[in-house]
């Protein structure tokens, strides 16, 4: 029987790495222009309402935090600073709990005398904790409570924040609130909602106005404004 033959073709096989080389280097270049414009147009105006948008640049500071929620297109103040100081004289009616030094020897005696005062001490934490939840007050806009989850502000029903409209007007609680605040030690942080971005954009233009710096993070419509042991940290955009 007669093999059949295969012809071999010598044709060089096509070499695509110049190719890929051209295209990485150009999406590269259209990267960093992404990159500037995003960065430097800081000139941009809203067609509607003809003011100057700035792009916002996340950076750390050490000034302190003043709270505001922006929800259905109205601006509120948390004012957690009075919270807390009426927290702390509520805690400051509870028992003490006093911590008990280890032994820095070992003798039995005292070693037992420790481990006695250590859960008494736990015990008292617990029951401090309970005493905690019973926390309730009050403010302009919130009903604040304490529970596992730390500080939860609850809106008040009876009463709603100011408008893009009422903001502008020189008698407005948020101008009020800003007469009470140092620029040079303070700085709004904003929690806003998804249908709040108007009331919030005017709020930022005010404090901005002021020489305040502004930080804020979007929050879905149904989560609960809550503070745990370690804060919320919002940075200076």
């Known amino acids: 029987m007669r093999r059949r033959q295969y012809r ?21 270049v259209l990267m960093f222009i992404g990159l500037f414009v995003s960065l430097f147009t800081f000139n941009i105006k809203n067609v509607k309402t003809q003011k ?9 500071s050490n000034k302190m935090p003043h709270f505001f929620e922006v929800r259905d297109n109205t601006v509120v103040y948390l004012n957690k600073a009075a919270v807390e100081e009426k927290l702390n004289q509520f805690d400051q009616d509870l028992p003490p709990c006093t911590q008990p030094q280890e032994p820095s020897t070992f003798d039995p005696l005292v070693y037992n005398s420790y481990r006695v005062q250590l859960r008494a001490y736990e015990t008292c934490l617990r029951n401090k904790a309970e005493l905690l ?5 009050t403010t302009t806009y919130y009903q604040v409570f304490f529970n596992s989850s730390g500080l939860v502000f609850q ?15 020189a008698t407005s609680d948020f101008r009020k609130v800003l007469q009470q605040l ?23 233009e005010i404090a901005w106005q002021e020489n305040f710096g502004v930080g804020w993070e979007p929050m879905n ?15 200076v955009q």
């Open 8 to 28: 071999k073709h010598n044709t060089p096989s096509q070499n695509l790495d110049s190719f890929l080389d051209i295209l990485t280097n150009t999406v590269g």
């Open 52 to 60: 100057v948008i700035r792009t916002p640049l996340v950076s750390e």
């Open 133 to 137: 939840r019973g926390f309730r007050t």
């Open 155 to 169: 809106p008040r029903q009876d009463i709603a924040g100011e408008s893009p409209e009422e903001l502008t007007q």
């Open 182 to 204: 140092d620029s040079g030690s303070d700085y709004l942080a904003f929690l806003v909602r998804a249908d709040s971005f108007e009331a919030f954009r005017e709020a930022r």
């Open 221 to 235: 419509a149904n989560a609960v404004i809550s503070f745990g042991s370690g804060g919320r940290s919002i940075g």
